[in-house]
């Protein structure tokens, strides 16, 4: 979509086989990630594992002061620096559809060994349960990239009403749960959850929201 501006993140780690400099990531030597530091150009940073990653900050002010949108790909620790410095940020956390799945592609992608992956699983597992600080929550299912996008573009351009909301987390219109929602907070329901639904907070249904269990 022509109306939204996706960043470039940084890194330190090694560029793997197909990505491309500047396109991918910027590419950057660990010397190099740590002038930018001190010369204030990162919106946001983080420490993964053994490598650096971040969101140089000057293309991203460019594209606000032309009014455009703009999309993060970014990790929990840089989100919450990004929410921290922009209240009005819609944070979208994108879930794969199991555990196993997400096993499968780390494995299959080749990067990692047995270890690492154990690492990184044990680590989403951690970040999972932190899904109520976001606004939304999407499953990003295998062969349905086009609708996800869909989705996340849709939530973009209904961004005022979500942001003015305050509504703590939410589930996204096209988005179906095959299970049970335990939430403490708030929680807004425009898509589909074929289970129960216990919150703490009060629960907002939208326009294409349904359930098939109970709410308490």
Do not use: W
């Not at 396109?23 to 594992?49: C, N, P």
């Not at 993060?72 to 940020?89: C, D, F, N, S, T």
């Not at 349960?129 to 999407?138: G, L, T």
């Amino acid at each position: 979509n022509p109306e939204f501006k996706l960043s470039v993140s940084a890194t330190t780690r090694a560029p793997r086989e197909g990505e491309v400099d500047g396109e991918s990531y910027f590419f950057l030597t660990k010397e190099k990630f740590s002038e930018m530091i001190g010369q204030g150009g990162f919106l946001e940073y983080a420490q993964i594992y053994s490598n650096f990653y971040g969101t140089p900050k000057g293309p991203v002010m460019k594209y606000l002061e032309e009014g455009s949108d703009v999309i993060l790909e970014i990790e929990m620790q840089g989100a919450r620096q990004v929410k921290e410095m922009y209240p009005e940020a819609v944070l979208i956390f994108v879930l794969p559809p199991s555990l196993e799945e997400l096993r499968n592609r780390l494995t299959t992608r080749g990067t990692e060994t047995e270890e690492q992956v154990n690492e990184r699983l044990s680590t989403s597992l951690e970040e999972i349960k932190q899904v109520k600080d976001y606004n939304y929550f999407i499953f990003n299912e295998n062969n349905k990239t086009t609708e996800s996008a869909k989705i996340i573009e849709d939530i973009i351009k209904q961004k005022d009403e979500n942001s003015a909301g305050g509504l703590h987390n939410a589930l996204a219109a096209g988005t179906t749960i095959k299970g049970n929602i335990i939430t403490e907070t708030d929680f807004r329901l425009d898509g589909k959850v074929e289970g129960d639904i216990s919150c703490n907070g009060k629960i907002v249904i939208g326009p294409k929201g349904s359930g098939t269990g109970n709410i308490v």
